[in-house]
């Protein structure tokens, strides 16, 4: 009897102590994917290194094959409210290039994307943020030449750039978050080979990008 007593204080102490907690958990823990309206505080910097991948979203020309691409973004951004952020994006992608047929490695080709961008953050789920951008600038265009066709010259022109993507932060702190990001961007222009210029040129690509951000 004086076990079972015992027991059944024990029980009791529990359940009361379980109920006290949840009776005074903050809103922000007991709901924690609660809705919220904006993702970030006004007047605050952002900065974000990411890394990544980039296939290209056709061939770059008729008679190549273009190998997924490495992909690095550095992103400076200002929130001039709680949801819209205005800055700049710096982003390099390489592509090894091969001809088809026949069968050929023609060297790499290097893009640097400068983006001035715009960012909304229009809700936030507990720590996820999700956020779409959108940027417009220039992607420089070079090309690395390789050993088997050492003598020619492959000149890529520079092009127009415009660049969507969507993405989310997961909040580990209100100064630090991971990062992941996908994006497209548009990288369509002309070559010059040899002195003679062809049309059929289109390095756009889609960008998968995982990093951290630091707020300010």
Request: aromatic share 12%; net charge neutral; proline share 5%.
């Amino acid at each position: 009897m004086d076990t079972l007593i015992r027991r059944g204080m024990a029980a009791g102490l529990l359940c009361f102590v379980v109920g006290y907690g949840f009776h005074f958990v903050p809103a922000a823990h007991a709901e924690p994917w609660k809705t919220e309206q904006g993702g970030i505080e006004p007047g605050k910097f952002v900065l974000g290194m990411r890394a990544g991948f980039a296939p290209l979203t056709q061939s770059l020309t008729g008679h190549s094959s273009t190998d997924v691409g490495s992909l690095v973004n550095f992103q400076a951004m200002y929130s001039l409210n709680k949801w819209f952020l205005v800055g700049l994006m710096l982003e390099w992608e390489r592509h090894a290039i091969d001809q088809v047929r026949p069968d050929l490695d023609l060297g790499h080709q290097d893009t640097v994307s400068v983006l001035p961008t715009i960012e909304l953050r229009p809700v936030k789920y507990g720590p996820i943020v999700p956020y779409v951008n959108m940027g417009f600038g220039v992607n420089v265009n070079s090309f690395g030449e390789s050993d088997s066709i050492r003598g020619n010259r492959i000149s890529p022109s520079n092009t127009f750039a415009w660049r969507l993507g969507w993405g989310a932060d997961y909040m580990l702190s209100q100064q630090l978050a991971l990062n992941t990001e996908m994006a497209y961007k548009r990288n369509d222009g002309h070559a010059t080979i040899n002195g003679a210029a062809r049309s059929d040129w289109n390095a756009s690509s889609f960008g998968f990008l995982f990093g951290v951000k630091r707020f300010f």
